[in-house]
T-cell receptor, first 111, second 112 residues
Framework: GQNIDQPTEMTATEGAIVQINCTYQ??????LFWYQQHAGEAPTFLSY????GLEEKGRFSSFLSRSKGYSYLLLKELQMKDSASYLC????????????FGRGTSLIVHP | KAGVTQTPRYLIKTRGQQVTLSCSPI?????VSWYQQTPGQGLQFLFE???????NKGNFPGRFSGRQFSNSRSEMNVSTLELGDSALYLC???????????FGQGTRLTVV
């Protein structure tokens, strides 16, 4: 089974940097995903990490440490439109391609 | 290219009824996964189909079933609806269950 933890809610100021953490406990590991979901909309893919280290994609970066069961999503130069729920998902592997999602972190960006 | 299309977008059903939801994946994608999203439980995996075969299944009762057609379109069916089945049902497609899944807008089901 899997246990994925992320904070329920975070607030930040426009223009700032915010780090959303995700910890997981799984019997196997075959990749970690981050998705963004605006209210009333479908989740959209942000990043995928399978090896340790930092993956940078524009204002968004994702970090993974497999030995610590830990990942974070870093959002720089925050904009109001970044207000959304951020979902961490872990794929356990072992023949399963399906990721298990955390409950999501609701990020509120204020002026 | 067209995204993942789910129909209908909204649905209201009565307890005890059954419902069928449809998902058309992105062209070329052979893997279709279904999720239930509720405020209390978050995004929970229902099942995944690949090349018309159910490849993975989540922990949902047998009232929840699905199928996939030769053109990769998928349907999910919920029989004997319960109030607790009210949720947003999301479908995601990927090339073969790989690194990036694309979600549809979802079907919001309300059971009254």
């Amino acid at each position: 089974g899997q246990n994925i933890d992320q904070p329920t809610e975070m607030t930040a100021t426009e223009g700032a940097i915010v780090q959303i953490n995700c910890t997981y406990q799984t019997s196997g590991f075959n990749g970690l995903f981050w998705y963004q979901q605006h209210a009333g909309e479908a989740p959209t893919f942000l990043s995928y990490n399978v090896l340790d280290g930092l993956e940078e994609k524009g204002r968004f970066s994702s970090f993974l440490s497999r030995s610590k069961g830990y990942s974070y999503l870093l959002l720089k130069e925050l904009q109001m439109k970044d207000s959304a729920s951020y979902l961490c998902a872990v794929r356990e592997g072992g023949g399963s391609y399906i990721p298990t999602f955390g409950r999501g972190t609701s990020l509120i960006v204020h002026p | 290219k067209a995204g993942v299309t789910q129909t209908p977008r909204y649905l209201i059903k009565t307890r005890g009824q059954q419902v069928t939801l449809s998902c058309s994946p992105i062209s070329g994608h052979r893997s279709v996964s279904w999720y239930q999203q509720t405020p209390g439980q978050g995004l929970q995996f229902l099942f995944e189909y690949f090349s018309e075969t159910q490849r993975n299944k989540g922990n949902f009762p047998g009232r929840f079933s699905g199928r996939q057609f030769s053109n990769s379109r998928s349907e999910m069916n919920v029989s004997t609806l319960e109030l607790g089945d009210s949720a947003l049902y999301l479908c995601a497609s990927s090339v073969r269950g790989g690194t990036e899944a694309f979600f549809g807008q979802g079907t919001r089901l309300t059971v009254v």
